[in-house]
Every structure is written in structure tokens, then in C-alpha cells.
């Protein structure tokens, strides 16, 4: 059971590349969300879906798009990275809006 | 505005003595709090939660507390142990508007135990 899984570990881009940062989940859950936590910060909510074909911004959307076509991927999309993109991302899943998140290791991005 | 806040970033305890990790509120909204565990190059882990109607919960050497009327909690770990040591994120769930909720995170405290 591999839980949530994230790729890639590390990436540098460069101002004005895009990428898609991959998520996973192999528990069936309905619930999947992005986050980002910049040094000396709590995670900041991006976007989340509460099921295959839903999305919703969160607290920090701008710069990102998700889309959700099945329930086991929730991919998160940089159109034009900026120096402000530069921080870990967590993706996480929950089966019920009430349990707790399972996270995936992180993303650590850095924009130059 | 921080709704979640935990005041000490860092925290340095020995081998067998309490651990005592801190979080204060501003939302009354917040039904829900939960502490998660964070390890170097890993995503934090769930450790454990507690409800708005109650004001203790106990998990092994792990005991969350919950004063509503001072908007504050705290995990306590005894005995800490070398293992313990992580950063320890706080946070607080409310009901959305639109249905489901959400999590606030606090800043996290990195506890160091020491043998």
C-alpha cells in the first residue's frame, strides 16, 4: 500500500517554465488536496477536490491549476513559474471530509 | 492574519522528561484539532486529534488538552524520547459554508529530545 505519492522529489525551474507536480493515491479516497509550506510557514491550502470532476481553490490559488479526472490523480499545473513558487508542496487524501490527511513526502521546488 | 498560532519554534527537551508543545486559536468556529508529526524529507504524519466538546484526549505517551474559553492547546508528550524528535504542526479544522472543512496549520514547533 503505497498511500499518497508525489513526483517529482526535487525540480528547478526557471522563470516562465511550466510543470505539472504528479500526485497519487491507491486508498480510494474521495478527498485530495494541495499544499505548500514556504520556510518558517504552516502549510497553505492551494486547491482541493472532493471527488473525481470537482475542484475548489483554496487559500493561495493564484499562479496553479488542478483538474481531477479520476479519483486517483490530482495533478497541480505551474503555467509560469515564478521566485514566489519556490517552496515543498503536499499533496494529501482523506476518505471522509472528517478524517485525518495522509500526505505524500513533498515536492521541493525552486524557481530561479 | 494567523488564525492558528504556535508561538515557539523550537523546543529542546531530555530523554524521559515531559514534552509540552503549545497552539493558540483566534477562529471560535474551529470545531476540530488536530496535532500532525513532521519528520526532514517526509510529509506530516497524523499523531493526534481532539474535538471541541471535550478537553482531554489520551493516546499512549501522547495526551492532547483543549481550554475553549483561553482558545489554546497543547500536546503532551511523556516520556520524550530521541525519537520524538520532529516538527509538530497544530491545526484546526472548521465547516465551510459550502459543505466540508477545512484545515488551518499552525507554523510548527521543531522538538528536539536529547539523550
Known amino acids: 500500500n503505497a498511500g499518497v505519492t508525489q513526483t517529482p522529489k526535487f525540480r528547478i525551474l526557471k522563470i516562465g517554465q511550466s510543470m505539472t507536480l504528479q500526485c497519487a493515491q491507491d486508498m480510494n479516497h474521495n478527498y485530495m488536496y494541495w499544499y505548500r509550506q514556504d520556510p518558517g510557514m504552516g502549510l497553505k491550502l492551494i486547491y482541493y477536490s472532493v471527488g473525481a470532476g470537482i475542484t475548489d481553490k483554496g487559500e493561495v490559488p493564484n499562479g496553479y491549476n488542478v483538474s481531477r479526472s479520476t479519483t486517483e490523480d490530482f495533478p497541480l499545473r505551474l503555467e509560469l513559474a515564478a521566485p514566489s513558487q519556490t517552496s515543498v508542496y503536499f499533496c494529501?487524501?482523506?476518505?471522509?471530509?472528517?478524517?485525518?490527511?495522509?500526505f505524500g513526502n513533498g515536492t521541493r521546488l525552486t524557481v530561479t | 492574519d494567523q488564525q492558528v498560532k504556535q508561538n515557539s519554534p523550537s523546543l529542546s527537551v531530555q530523554e524521559g522528561r515531559i514534552s509540552i508543545l503549545n497552539c493558540d486559536y483566534t477562529n471560535s468556529m474551529f470545531d476540530y484539532f488536530l496535532w500532525y508529526k513532521k519528520y526532514p524529507a517526509e510529509g506530516p504524519t497524523f499523531l493526534i486529534s481532539i474535538s471541541s466538546i471535550k478537553d482531554k484526549n489520551e493516546d499512549g505517551r501522547f495526551t492532547v488538552f483543549l481550554n475553549k474559553s483561553a482558545k489554546h492547546l497543547s500536546l503532551h508528550i511523556v516520556p520524550s524520547q530521541p525519537g520524538d524528535s520532529a516538527v509538530y504542526f497544530c491545526?484546526?479544522?472548521?465547516?465551510?459554508?459550502?459543505?466540508?472543512?477545512?484545515?488551518?496549520f499552525g507554523t510548527g514547533t521543531q522538538l528536539k529530545v536529547e539523550l
Open positions: 494529501a487524501s482523506r476518505g471522509t471530509e472528517n478524517s485525518p490527511l495522509h
Open positions: 491545526a484546526a479544522s472548521a465547516r465551510l459554508t459550502g459543505g466540508g472543512n477545512k484545515l488551518t
